[in-house]
C-alpha cells in the first residue's frame, strides 16, 4: 500500500501550482487503480481542517470527503503513537504529525508520498520506510 501525506490529498483536490496538482491526481489515480491507495484518520483530518482553512466550498469538501473517508481506515493505536513520539524525540518534537504519519505508514505501507521536503528529508533518515518526495 501507498501512504499519501496530507499534501498530496490537498493538491489532488486544489489546482494551486499545475504541477503539484497534475502530479498528485496521477498517482492517487494510478493508486487508486492498482488497489494501493489508502489514508490515515489523521490525514483526512488534516486535509477537512486545510481546506476549510483555504476557504473550499463545502460542496467540493463534502463530494471529496465522500471518496476519501472510504480509504480512511488507518488509525493510530498506542504502539504507532510511541514509535511517532520516538521520531519526534529525534528530531526536537517538531512536526509530531509528520512523525505520526511516518509511523502509521511504516506499520502499513511500502511507500510514503508527500510534498513536504523540509520535515520529511529529516523524518527519513530515521525510518527504513520509502519516502518519496515530489
Known amino acids: ?70 480509504f480512511a481506515t488507518l488509525s493510530i493505536d498506542m504502539e504507532t503513537f510511541e514509535r511517532g513520539h520516538d521520531l519526534a524525540s529525534q528530531i526536537s518534537f517538531r512536526h509530531i504529525n509528520d512523525c505520526l504519519h511516518t509511523a502509521i505508514a511504516e506499520k502499513h505501507c511500502s511507500e510514503l508520498l508527500t510534498y513536504n521536503q523540509n520535515d520529511f528529508k529529516k523524518i527519513q533518515k530515521l525510518s527504513s520506510l520509502k519516502v518519496t518526495i515530489l
Open 1 to 70: 500500500m501507498i501512504y499519501f501525506d496530507t499534501d498530496v490529498l490537498v493538491h489532488f483536490v486544489i489546482n494551486q501550482d499545475e504541477m503539484k496538482h497534475s502530479v498528485a491526481k496521477k498517482m492517487v489515480i494510478e493508486a487508486v487503480q492498482n488497489s494501493q491507495f489508502i489514508l490515515s484518520i489523521l490525514s483526512l483530518q488534516e486535509w477537512l481542517f486545510v481546506m476549510a482553512k483555504l476557504s473550499v466550498s463545502t460542496d467540493i469538501i463534502e463530494r471529496n470527503y465522500t471518496v476519501f473517508k472510504q
